[in-house]
């Protein structure tokens, strides 16, 4: 019998360690299957404290695994060096954390969450492994049930994500809420196109953050940006295939959506659904503003750019006034192929989209689309300005230049005071 890959996850925290039980099962090569006891919703999480939190590690019911048996085992941080002092090293992951595949494994009553770590600062996971959410049972129930989120951290701060690979999450591979100072390098995230409501990386109420030098790969939004987050940098990210990078949807059932200093720049994206989004609900208030896409390269993607103050997930929403104002949103060197349409501009007809930039966007129609169909571009009630080169043509006049000041202003003043 061929020798276990060591597993193993240590988590230093200021004064207290936590300790992960791990499933070790064999058959004729060893497998290591990795389980976490599921935490409260967000909203519990709330109303929780972090005061004497200490977590003490309790195995994961265990399910059966074809013909032979599995055993628990409780792995101790204390016995690969941890201190529990707030100094030493953080979470290493080699080898492979698998979560249950089979969905009556997960609780009925909180399936939400797989890994999850809370008002964690100053804490790093890194390492050669993969995190395997096994999520295909979610993806494929009929009617979709949900499912886990792989990773996830809440009210954490200077939390760093690298080197690790994360893959076939039931929902979002990583996600970070309510937190500030973060950073993800180097990390790998895949689940197949067809997989539902799989985002990459999933990110609310959370500042001060950065994503680099990383691949995804989804069956949704390759990078999800939601309401509460500000001074946000993406770059150097390759795309594809999964729904593009997003912000939003926001306002969704007259929610307030508030994004702000937003910086995406060097990407590549492949065979996507969108490339660079923001989509608003009819209904919401707040702003989005102050948004960059630069050097932006897209292949055989359907809509390269779009802002989409129309959104709707059903076959029919119902027509309201009020909207999300977006303002000074700049689009520079956006080039590419597409296969549907190059841009769609949908703005509200009540609060139009203000401060567009268009500078240097050349997008062809792409060779390796079967669509024989493509559409112009549409711009309604976008306003801005625009420097050449702009292809195709139908983007030229897209935007509008003669407005009313004093009325945006008012109206983006009204919003700004709802984010403060």
């Not at 409501?197 to 939004?221: E, F, V, Y």
Request: glycine share 8%; net charge positive; hydrophobic share 35%.
């Amino acid at each position: 019998m061929k020798s276990s890959r060591i597993l193993y996850l240590v988590v230093f925290l200021s004064k207290f360690c936590i300790s992960f039980s791990v499933v070790a099962s064999f058959e004729s090569m060893t497998k290591s299957h990795g389980y976490s006891k599921k935490s409260a919703a967000h909203e519990q999480d709330q109303q929780k404290s972090p005061q004497n939190s200490a977590v003490v590690p309790v195995p994961y019911p265990l399910p059966g695994y074809g013909s032979f048996t599995a055993r628990s085992t409780v792995f101790s941080p204390l016995a690969f060096g941890a201190k529990g002092d707030g100094v030493a090293d953080d979470s290493l992951v080699d080898g492979t954390l698998l979560a249950p595949a089979r969905v009556s494994t997960w609780s009925k009553s909180s399936p939400y969450q797989w890994l999850n770590f809370k008002w964690v600062h100053n804490f790093t996971i890194k390492g050669t492994g993969f995190i395997n959410g096994q999520g295909s049972q979610w993806w494929h129930s009929s009617p979709q049930l949900g499912g886990n989120q792989a990773l996830r951290f809440y009210a954490g701060g200077n939390i760093t994500v690298r080197d690790i690979t994360i893959m076939n999450s039931a929902l979002c591979h990583l996600k970070f809420d309510s937190c500030v100072g973060v950073e993800v390098n180097n990390v790998s995230i895949s689940s197949p196109e067809t997989s539902p409501n799989t985002d990459g990386i999933h990110l609310q109420n959370t500042r001060d953050t950065k994503i680099h030098n990383s691949n995804i790969a989804c069956g949704d939004d390759c990078i999800s940006i939601q309401t509460g987050c500000s001074n946000l940098h993406v770059h150097h990210i390759n795309c594809g295939p999964g729904h593009g990078i997003s912000i939003g949807g926001l306002g969704k059932d007259n929610s307030l959506g508030c994004v702000s200093n937003i910086k995406v720049e060097n990407i590549y994206l492949q065979n996507t659904l969108s490339g660079v989004r923001i989509k608003t609900w009819q209904g919401g208030a707040g702003t989005v503003k102050n948004v960059s896409f630069y050097n932006i390269r897209v292949s055989n993607v359907a809509i390269p750019v779009v802002i989409d103050q129309f959104y709707c997930d059903k076959s029919r929403c119902r027509n309201q006034t009020r909207a999300v104002a977006i303002s000074d949103v700049s689009y520079n060197q956006i080039i590419g192929t597409y296969s549907v349409q190059p841009m769609h501009l949908a703005c509200s007809d009540d609060v139009p989209c203000t401060g567009v930039d268009l500078t240097d966007v050349r997008l062809k129609t792409s060779s390796s689309s079967y669509n024989q169909g493509f559409l112009p571009a549409l711009c309604w009630n976008s306003y801005g300005k625009s420097q050449p080169p702009l292809l195709p043509s139908s983007i030229d006049d897209c935007l509008r230049r003669n407005i009313n000041g004093d009325l945006i202003k008012k109206v983006e003043r009204s919003h700004d005071s709802a984010c403060q």
